[in-house]
C-alpha cells in the first residue's frame, strides 16, 4: 500500500505565501515522478506543477514565477512554495506521484488533498 499525505494548506491573504508538504509511505522502489494538481470549485482538476528525477520540472503558465516545486528523494517527499497568492488559487490541492512498488508495475497515485483559501 502507498499513502501519500499532504499538509501545509490553510487560509492566506492576497499576496501571502504557504508552503506545501507531501510525503509517501509504503514499500516504494522507486518515484519517477511527483507532482501537485488543483481543483478549483466549479472547476476541473489541473496540473499546477511537476518534477522528474532528473530534477526537470514543469509549471502552469498560471503559476510560473510564483510557485516552485521541489522534492527531497531521501524522504520521499515533494514541496510547493507558493508565493505572491491570489483568490483564484483558492482551490483543494492533491499531490500526486508515479512510482514504483517492491514487486509489483509501476503506478500512479493520488493524496487526499489539502485546502487551499486565498481570501482577505
Known amino acids: 500500500q502507498v499513502q501519500l499525505v499532504e499538509s501545509g494548506g490553510g487560509l492566506v491573504q492576497p499576496g501571502g505565501s504557504l508552503r506545501l508538504s507531501c510525503v509517501a509511505s509504503g514499500s516504494i522502489f522507486r518515484i519517477h515522478r511527483m507532482g501537485w494538481y488543483r481543483q478549483g470549485p466549479g472547476k476541473q482538476r489541473e496540473l499546477v506543477a511537476a518534477i522528474i528525477n532528473g530534477g526537470d520540472t514543469n509549471y502552469a503558465d498560471s503559476v510560473k514565477g510564483r510557485f516552485t516545486i521541489s522534492r527531497d528523494n531521501a524522504k520521499n517527499a515533494v514541496y510547493l512554495q507558493m508565493n505572491t497568492l491570489k483568490p483564484e488559487d483558492t482551490a483543494v490541492y492533491y499531490c500526486?506521484?508515479?512510482?514504483?512498488?517492491?514487486?509489483?508495475?509501476?503506478?500512479?497515485?493520488w493524496g487526499r488533498g489539502t485546502q487551499v483559501t486565498v481570501s482577505s
Open positions: 500526486n506521484a508515479d512510482l514504483t512498488l517492491f514487486s509489483a508495475a509501476p503506478n500512479n497515485y
